[in-house]
């Protein structure tokens, strides 16, 4: 980076800070929910954000014909991530007020332990699985449907509770975070994996940035819908797990022509 770029760096990043100080003080004076509307600003960004990458790579000569064709692929993983995170960090917000109608709501506390623990446990367990069954494990796009699976299969896994509605046995929530955490352990090397191959060669860091972007996307959507899982508990579940089921199908369907795409 020559002298003229940073100095367009400094300016850029004086004008954002600016903004973000103004928007603040506006925020913070004038509006009557301010809450409501961070969340409402957060969800744009981080979409806007999103476009904006995979604008750029598509626009740049940088990046070949077969190299944007990849990044066409990698569209669904990183639809299928969002959907991910949208179960996975439900874990920490919505559960957690979904507790509070079981017969032991004093236990939200121990809640938070159920996924780091299966998470430590369960990548213990995958990287022995990885080192000797390597060259007999389905695809990645197979193990990534199927990790997709296990986090549908986790808020399906709460519909009988939440049609119960009140003093439902804490197991529920606990099996489900079990459930959600074992396909994290799947999906989250396997999705950095992806990213890594279906990147662009001057592009990697652009698409790993989607790639987190993602989660940022997710807990957005969260926030957004909150309102709606309070009243519609079992049509909140059942719509987040029937998202992410449909993705995994599609992945299931389309994993071999991904494949192909990869090895282009």
């Known amino acids: 980076i020559d002298n003229s770029e940073k100095k367009n760096i400094i300016i850029s990043l004086a004008i954002i800070a600016l903004i973000i100080v103004g928007f603040a003080f506006y925020l913070f004076n004038y509006v009557h929910n301010p809450i409501s509307l961070i969340i409402k600003v957060v969800t744009i960004l981080s979409l806007l954000v999103t476009v904006f990458y995979f604008a750029t790579i598509f626009r740049s000569n940088k990046a070949t014909k077969v190299e944007k064709k990849k990044v066409i692929a990698y569209i669904p993983i990183f639809l299928s991530g969002v959907a991910l995170w949208s179960v996975q960090e439900g874990g920490g917000t919505v559960l957690q007020t979904f507790m509070d109608n079981s017969n032991h709501p004093e236990l939200n506390a121990q809640t938070q332990s159920v996924n780091p623990f299966v998470v430590v446990i369960g990548t213990s367990i995958m990287m022995i699985v990885y080192r000797k069954f390597a060259s007999k494990l389905p695809s990645l796009f197979t193990r990534y449907g199927i990790g997709l699976l296990l986090v549908a299969a986790s ?110």
Do not use: C
């Open 155 to 264: 808020y399906y896994f709460l519909v009988p509770a939440s049609i119960q509605k009140h003093g439902f046995s804490v197991w529920w929530i606990f099996g489900s975070l079990a459930i959600a955490a074992m396909g994290e352990v799947l999906i989250s090397p396997v999705g950095l994996d992806l990213t890594n191959k279906l990147a662009p060669k001057n592009f990697k860091a652009q698409l790993m940035s989607i790639w987190n972007l993602a989660d940022s996307v997710a807990q957005a959507i969260n926030a957004f819908f909150a309102a709606y899982f309070i009243s519609h508990t079992t049509n909140y579940f059942i719509i987040y797990a029937s998202i992410v089921a449909v993705f995994a199908i599609m992945l299931f369907i389309g994993g071999k022509r991904f494949e192909k795409v990869i090895n282009e």
